[in-house]
């Protein structure tokens, strides 16, 4: 298969301004060999005619437009309907953007550099993001290297069935490039892409699968935002919004009833629900029995999270009542996306916080070049100069990304020849910008 280009599928329901940044971080990309499919699933007329007008104000061929004949009832049946339309491109590289998240500036050429290099292979990469259910809002980021590395689906399952849980490696769809050849053989296995619940998890288990492995560039292109309009936020802290009140509705079947325990509404018995419902429907022994004492403390550590003390109670019953190991004490190795969003230790106050350090940070970052400190999380009054920040001032490779090897969970992962992720110029810079870093921090404390 020869790399031609990337279909970006934005599937929509009744967020229309959120849609519309996830458009225009796809048109604003560098890279020209990308086409965007929307699809609006909304039940709001006004909603529909907001984006409907928006897109065709672009006046860009490659944005398309598309609603489905009546109102889907189902994420996974709008995915599934959204991807069939998609099919019908010239190109042979498909990706789904949440309305959530945008990419980050460049973020496609670099993934169609990796495409053209791996055209076969399924590519996963990693999201920051931005918490704002709170204050401060919080932009978390992830490190990173730039480097490429060969993943066995194998060892992700295992992750999976003992709770170990790197999500940026796990190909939801959402968060990696699926060439057709991967589509093509997934129909022809399942007869859909997509089916049960939740979409991303029940795609990337297929995937899984099938694939005897697949690529994970370790670095971050997409900036997940907009939490409060998140389903798997919603389940996490235990807060009923409008989009979870229209998912639950429109659920066809008992919510997680294929998990060991379906009565918790926690995202990590969802994401096991979809690994069993997937393990049942194959018989495929690559899919391990689950680790039973790490998925309990999973569950429990999920129920920490719930703020409505009326849902934790009964939550922490069901899960007394069925625990089939005795107390689920410690916590599991886990890291989902949706559940680490959710309250982190309270680690002091970032100084870029104020707001006459973060002016300063942005003059010096604008007229003179120099880069902030790098950190894994800052703190900001809005959404949007979290994002701005993250727009503006990416966050640096690891000091020794050159030879660093894979994230500890991936540990065994074979590095792939490099495809010139980063250009050495940008190199160059940030080894000076660290020298700098260095001197500044040794002055500080003389």
Not at 202 to 229: G, M, P, Q, T, W
């Amino acid at each position: 298969m020869r790399y031609k280009g990337i279909l970006v599928v934005i599937p929509t329901r009744n967020r229309a301004a959120l849609a519309k940044n996830a458009i225009r971080s796809v048109l604003n990309q560098r890279n020209r060999a990308v086409e965007i499919l929307v699809s609006d699933n909304s039940t709001s007329q006004q909603e529909s005619n907001e984006l409907r007008d928006f897109c065709g104000q672009q006046n860009d061929n490659r944005l398309r437009y598309v609603t489905p004949p009546n109102p889907l009832p189902m994420m996974t049946s709008h995915w599934e309907w959204a991807l069939r339309q998609g099919l019908n491109s010239d190109l042979n590289h498909f990706t789904f953007l949440s309305d959530r998240w945008i990419f980050m500036p460049g973020a496609l050429e670099v993934m169609s550099n990796i495409a053209t290099s791996n055209p076969s292979k399924l590519i996963c990469y990693m999201h920051d993001r931005v918490e704002h259910h709170a204050k401060p809002v919080r932009l978390h980021r992830h490190e990173w290297t730039g480097n490429i590395f060969e993943v066995n689906s194998a060892h992700l399952l295992s992750l999976a069935a003992n709770s170990v849980m790197y999500d940026a490696s796990f190909p939801r769809m959402l968060n990696c490039v699926v060439p057709r050849g991967v589509v093509n053989r997934l129909n022809e296995r399942f007869g859909s892409v997509f089916s049960s619940i939740a979409p991303d998890w029940n795609f990337c288990f297929r995937a899984l699968s099938l694939e005897d492995s697949i690529v994970f560039f370790d670095k971050a292109i997409l900036l997940h935002y907009a939490l409060d309009r998140s389903n798997g936020q919603s389940i996490t802290r235990g807060v009923m919004t409008r989009d979870y009140a229209d998912f639950l509705a429109n659920l066809k079947t008992a919510l997680n009833a294929s998990a060991p325990i379906p009565g918790i509404a926690t995202v990590w018995n969802a994401i096991i629900h979809e690994y069993c419902e997937v393990k049942r429907a194959t018989g495929s022994p690559k899919f391990p029995e689950l680790n039973r004492l790490r998925y309990e403390q999973a569950l429990a550590l999920g129920i920490t999270w719930i703020e409505d003390p009326v849902t934790k109670l009964r939550m922490e019953a069901i899960l007394r009542a069925h625990a089939s190991l005795g107390p689920c004490g410690g916590e599991p190795s886990i890291g989902t996306g949706a559940e680490s969003d959710v309250r982190q230790a309270d680690r002091g106050r970032s100084p870029i916080a104020s707001g006459s350090a973060r002016s300063l940070r942005m003059l010096l970052g604008k007229y003179i070049g120099v880069h902030p400190p790098d950190k894994d999380w800052f703190e900001f009054e809005t959404t949007e100069q979290a994002i701005d920040y993250a727009i503006r001032f990416p966050r640096l490779p690891k000091w020794n990304w050159r030879a660093a090897p894979p994230p500890d969970e991936l540990s065994g992962s074979i590095r792939l020849k490099d495809v010139a992720s980063v250009r050495r110029p940008e190199r160059l810079t940030w080894k000076f910008q660290r020298l700098l870093d260095r001197h500044i921090s040794w002055r500080l404390h003389t």
